[in-house]
């Protein structure tokens, strides 16, 4: 069949299309219904049915002649590790740290916080969730306690999983005192911390509290995977909404079982056995597909990376890894191939490895622009395939199915909607946009399987964040366009999110944050261009009046407020003193304006300005920033 055959098939009848694909998992009990439309907008996949998502990742492949197979392999050039497990030994383990959870009383719709880094125990405690039917709730390393709490707060773990400490190139990052912060800052407090004791540091320990990850998994005694629901959760991911509070997507054991399975063989074109590295973290949604669900789902061999692309040591690092381990294919964000291509141009670190069995790159997170895609291709004379989707929806949205059919590539496009994706360009009044013309992305419901069902005990939030702009659509928050051969060109964001090296950001988060600094009046932060990642944050402060200290000390401790209250992840440096900002009459700041400013583009002066003369002060104070020519 070819992809339109399918793609069809999907839309028009997505029972049969989703109830053929399920046949490809494990259930204890089939569904009742494949797509449950009882309760709109509310749509549920295989409601009454019954699995496992750790049964299906672990236990089956070990039944199922993949016993000794390597399931995940952990590289760490930060410190200087590699382990492997095979399915039995991960199983093994899993089973034994989901013992260790079940004595602390977590059981079945239990939420379990993992903060940690990229180490192999992060995968153990979320299969070991999974397999007793606890929902984890992955926070990154990178955001600061605050942000933890605000998390500990709205999932109301019962424990949380975290480690000493994580390890980034130039310094060591304690995560306990950060863990033992939010969980002052925060009002739930969890009954148990089970902490994994690193050598480069040792934690120190709450009585009553903390328990070492080691010691107790030396008496845990082995639990089996329990029967959830298709429609339990499995997982609740935290991601950026447009103000300071994340949003808590969650997703499911039944659909996203389902979907992730079959876009490893149909996206990614990869088969059981095969080796399958996203290079990531699993505290971002890639992660959680995969680095971990999917590849394992699919029985493949996943690669879990503590590094980075450049730095760890060298930009050979990404090839060192393929070639040592002989992975097929490598998900990563185009940000990491600009690192590389900025401290390697001509590839000189490619000539050190071999990379025979190599045969596909995936990029996502952000725009990739064309100039790297086309560095990569022909350096590594392999498909670079971009393909676009969201924490939201937990698997691609719209990809070139080179499993199904390779479709010709169109560098700064995505291709093609994936099943079950009904992709509309919309403007205000729903009406569709004629190719070629940019307008909302929306996916008409029902969504299929694997996206998110609600957030984590919020459907009005679900309801007013995705659902309220077009009636009977999803909204993405991204802008763009079909064309006349159906591609998807995925041009920016609708709301106030920016892409900071393939993570994503709320400015108006930040601009909470700097508003609470007791000299500023009013600020604004926005997404500028940047040559490595993509965009970063530069923030525009105006001060209350009568304030007379130093503009670089107040900048200073704006800087530092962010990295405090958000996390070094902001990747918050660049601030800047001005008279005022850029509105509209009706008090709108222009922040579109000054992005195009900062990033040397044209602009039109607002016909709804204030005051012009704001926009040429602007522009000179960027200037002193060395823009629009520094990103
Ligand atoms: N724990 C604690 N701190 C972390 C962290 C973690 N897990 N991950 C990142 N940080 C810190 C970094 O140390 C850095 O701190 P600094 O300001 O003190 O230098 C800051 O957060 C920003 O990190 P990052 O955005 O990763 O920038 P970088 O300059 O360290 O590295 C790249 C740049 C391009 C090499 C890096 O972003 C990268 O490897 N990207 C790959 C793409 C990727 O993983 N995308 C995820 C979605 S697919
Ligand atoms: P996240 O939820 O962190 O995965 O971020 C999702 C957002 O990243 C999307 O809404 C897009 O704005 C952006 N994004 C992800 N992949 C792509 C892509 N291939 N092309 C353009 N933008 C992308």
Redesign the pocket.
């Known amino acids: 069949m070819t992809y339109s055959d399918i793609y069809k098939r999907s839309i028009e009848d997505p029972n049969g299309f989703w109830g053929e694909v399920a046949e490809d998992v494990q259930w204890y009990k089939k569904w009742d219904k494949v797509l449950d439309d009882s309760n709109p907008p509310f749509y549920r996949w295989f409601s009454g049915g019954e699995l496992n998502s750790c049964y299906n990742a672990l236990d089956y492949h070990v039944e199922n002649g993949r016993a000794d197979q390597l399931a995940l392999i952990y590289d760490s050039p930060v410190t200087d590790t590699v382990r492997k497990y095979t399915y039995t030994e991960l199983r093994d383990e899993v089973a034994k740290f989901a013992g260790v959870l079940a004595s602390k009383g977590v059981s079945k719709g239990d939420r379990v916080i993992v903060y940690m ?1 990229m180490v192999a125990e992060a995968a153990i405690a979320m299969l070991a969730c999974a397999r007793i039917g606890a929902i984890h709730s992955v926070v ?3 955001f600061a306690a605050k942000e933890l709490a605000t998390r500990i707060d709205d999932a109301e773990p019962k424990a949380i999983v975290s480690a000493s400490c ?1 390890i ?1 190139p ?2 060591i ?1 304690e995560y306990k005192p950060l863990l033992d912060e939010a969980i002052e800052i925060a009002d739930h407090k969890p009954g148990t911390c089970v902490i994994l004791q690193r050598p480069q540091v040792t934690a120190s320990m709450v009585d009553g509290r903390d328990i070492d990850w080691e010691q107790a998994v030396a008496s845990a005694e082995p639990v089996d995977c329990v029967p959830v629901a298709a429609t339990d959760p499995l997982y609740i991911l935290y991601t950026s909404g447009t103000t300071g509070v994340p949003k808590g997507v969650v997703r499911d054991n039944g659909g996203h079982l389902v979907a992730l399975k079959w876009s490893m063989s149909n996206c990614y074109d990869v088969k059981p056995g095969e080796v399958y590295w996203a ?3 699993v ?2 949604v ?1 992660g959680h597909s995969y680095i971990v669900y999917a590849p394992l789902f699919h029985g493949c061999t996943t690669i879990l990376y503590e590094g ?3 730095g760890t040591p060298d930009p050979g690092a990404f090839w060192r890894v393929i070639s040592d381990h002989g992975v097929n294919v490598l998900f ?2 185009p ?2 191939f ?2 590389i291509k900025r401290d390697d141009p001509n590839a000189e670190y490619l000539k050190n490895y071999n990379l025979d069995g190599f045969r596909a790159l995936f990029l ?2 952000e725009r990739c622009d064309s100039a790297t895609l086309h560095w990569a291709k022909e350096k590594l004379n392999v498909p670079v395939i971009d393909h676009w989707w969201q924490t939201e929806t937990g698997w691609p949205v719209g990809c070139n199915p080179i499993g199904i059919e390779v479709l010709p590539v169109k560098p700064g496009s995505c291709a093609t909607p994936l099943p079950g994706y009904d992709i509309k360009v919309l403007d205000e009044s729903l009406n569709e946009m004629p190719a070629g013309d940019i307008g909302g992305i929306a996916i008409k419901l029902p969504l299929p399987p694997g996206t998110l069902p609600t957030l984590w005990q919020n459907d009005e939030g679900y309801k007013r964040s995705y659902l309220s702009q077009y009636d009977g659509y999803y909204t993405t928050a991204d802008a763009g366009f079909i064309d006349e051969d159906g591609y998807l060109w995925i041009m920016s964001r609708t709301d106030d999110i920016i892409n ?4 994503r950001l709320s400015t108006g988060g930040m601009e909470e944050v700097i508003s609470d600094h007791a000299d500023v009046a009013e600020c604004a932060v926005v997404g500028v261009a940047d040559k ?2 993509g965009e970063i944050p530069v923030g525009f402060v105006v001060l209350k009046s009568g304030v007379d200290r130093p503009d670089e000390d107040i900048v200073k401790e704006i800087v530092q407020m962010i990295r405090g209250k958000i996390g ?2 902001a ?1 918050f440096k660049i601030a800047t003193v001005v008279k005022r900002l850029p509105k509209t009459r009706s008090g709108k700041v222009l922040r579109g304006t000054i992005k195009k400013i900062a990033d040397g583009n044209e602009y039109k002066v607002p016909a709804t300005i204030d005051d012009p003369v704001i926009l040429s002060e602007i522009t000179s104070d960027l200037e002193t920033l060395g823009y629009p020519n520094k990103g």
């Open positions: 880094p990154f390393g990178g994580g980034e130039n310094r990052v290079a990531s973290d505290g971002w890639v980075k692309p450049v990563t964000a940000t990491a600009r690192a996502a997170g900071v090296a393939g993570h490595l990642k070094p992840v990747s």
